[in-house]
């Protein structure tokens, strides 16, 4: 089988043009999955963000339980020695009483200060 020139040239242009049409098509393909992708990592971006602001956030709401629970222990505290202060005033008896309370209340006061990083007064520090 010969080809005359003009053949060649036709089926040289017909594969250029293949080629052409094949890359196109596979342009048209990369870009609609870039389409497709392009939400989901607006979302992931905008998670990520959340995700940011919730760590910081939670941080926050641990100081601030922190801070409710010691509340809570400094109330139960005050109050148990209001009862017994009330109580002696009354009937100026429970004084047994009012040492264990003035006793709890050391032990608290001192719990808090070790907590807090306080030293007593009167105690050496290494």
């Given at each position: 089988m010969n080809f005359t020139t003009e053949q060649?040239?036709?089926?040289?242009?017909?594969?250029?043009g293949?080629?052409?049409t094949l890359i196109t098509l596979i342009e048209k393909i990369a870009s609609?999955?870039?389409?497709a992708k392009g939400p989901i990592a607006d979302l992931d971006k905008r998670i990520s963000a959340l995700e940011h602001k919730?760590?910081?956030y939670e941080h926050f709401f641990n100081n601030d339980k922190r801070r409710i629970e010691y509340l809570e222990r400094t109330m139960s505290v005050t109050i148990r020695a209001?009862?017994?202060l009330v109580r002696h005033a009354i009937n100026g008896n429970d004084i047994d009483q009012c040492r264990a309370v003035e006793k709890e209340l050391q032990e608290f006061l001192s719990n808090q200060g070790q907590e807090r990083g306080w030293i007593p007064y009167g105690e050496k520090t290494e």
């Amino acid at each position: 089988m010969n080809f005359t020139t003009e053949q060649a040239i036709l089926v040289i242009c017909g594969l250029i043009g293949a080629a052409i049409t094949l890359i196109t098509l596979i342009e048209k393909i990369a870009s609609i999955i870039t389409l497709a992708k392009g939400p989901i990592a607006d979302l992931d971006k905008r998670i990520s963000a959340l995700e940011h602001k919730t760590d910081h956030y939670e941080h926050f709401f641990n100081n601030d339980k922190r801070r409710i629970e010691y509340l809570e222990r400094t109330m139960s505290v005050t109050i148990r020695a209001q009862f017994a202060l009330v109580r002696h005033a009354i009937n100026g008896n429970d004084i047994d009483q009012c040492r264990a309370v003035e006793k709890e209340l050391q032990e608290f006061l001192s719990n808090q200060g070790q907590e807090r990083g306080w030293i007593p007064y009167g105690e050496k520090t290494e």
